[in-house]
């Protein structure tokens, strides 16, 4: 298993999570765990997938997300688990 960390931050709108969802479909990412908030109009989403059988590479995953984030008025991040836990270890 390959887990990285995926942020979903923007403005609340219809249809963030389907869209989110029907692209790591299609690039063969698990999602194992979802956590998601609105806050005062706000949106906020944090996923745990397992990209080990992703038919695409972690550099292009990213793009792809920020792409996707970038057309819906969204910052998307994707970071490796290991890199994740690294930058936010006290």
């Known amino acids: 298993m390959k887990k990285a960390i995926i942020t979903v931050v923007g403005k609340d709108s219809v249809g963030i999570i389907a869209k989110v969802c029907t692209y790591l479909s299609g690039k063969n990412i698990n999602i194992l765990d979802i956590s998601q908030t609105i806050t005062g109009g706000y ?48």
Do not use: C, P, W, Y
């Not at 550099?59 to 969204?74: A, V």
């Not at 994707?78 to 836990?85: P, R, Y």
């Open 43 to 90: 949106f906020n989403m944090m996923m745990i997938v397992d990209i080990q059988k992703s038919n695409a590479s972690v550099d292009q995953i990213n793009t792809e997300l920020e792409e996707l984030g970038s057309s819906m008025g969204l910052v998307i991040k994707l970071q490796l688990e290991e890199i994740f836990t690294s930058m936010h270890r006290i």
